[in-house]
Nanobody
Framework: QVQLVESGGGLVQAGGSLRLSCAAS????????MGWFRQVPGKEREFVAA????????VYADSVKGRFTISRDNAKNTVYLQMNSLKPEDTAGYYC?????????????????WGQGTQVTVSS
């Protein structure tokens, strides 16, 4: 069992930055691939970024490439999402997820555990 708790969301102006954190419980965190997704009410959950268990491989959605960076610290059981050059269209609830397979994927169905989310609002 893995429990995930996101933090770091908030209100920021367009062009600004935020860093999201996702703290995981459980000894096997380092074996999980981790992903970030986002969702706006009334819309489907959207893939943002994912990272392999070792941190050696990352995958990004085209909409955030060059602006967002996913990273992890297995010693701290934490995964991060650094978000720069934020745009109003980045406004959403952001969720982290853990995939026991260990390989980064954009497919939400492959993730076994999900956090409760943290809200990011970007004003224009």
């Amino acid at each position: 069992q893995v429990q995930l708790v996101e933090s770091g969301g908030g209100l920021v102006q367009a062009g600004g930055s935020l860093r999201l954190s996702c703290a995981a419980s459980g000894r096997t965190f380092s074996s999980y691939a981790m992903g970030w997704f986002r969702q706006v009410p009334g819309k489907e959950r959207e893939f943002v970024a994912a990272i392999s268990w070792s941190g050696g491989r990352t995958v990004y959605a085209d909409s955030v490439k060059g602006r967002f960076t996913i990273s992890r610290d297995n010693a701290k059981n934490t995964v991060y999402l650094q978000m720069n050059s934020l745009k109003p269209e980045d406004t959403a609830g952001y969720y982290c997820a853990a995939d026991s397979f260990g390989s980064p994927t954009a497919r939400a169905i492959q993730y076994d555990y999900w956090g409760q989310g943290t809200q990011v609002t970007v004003s224009s």
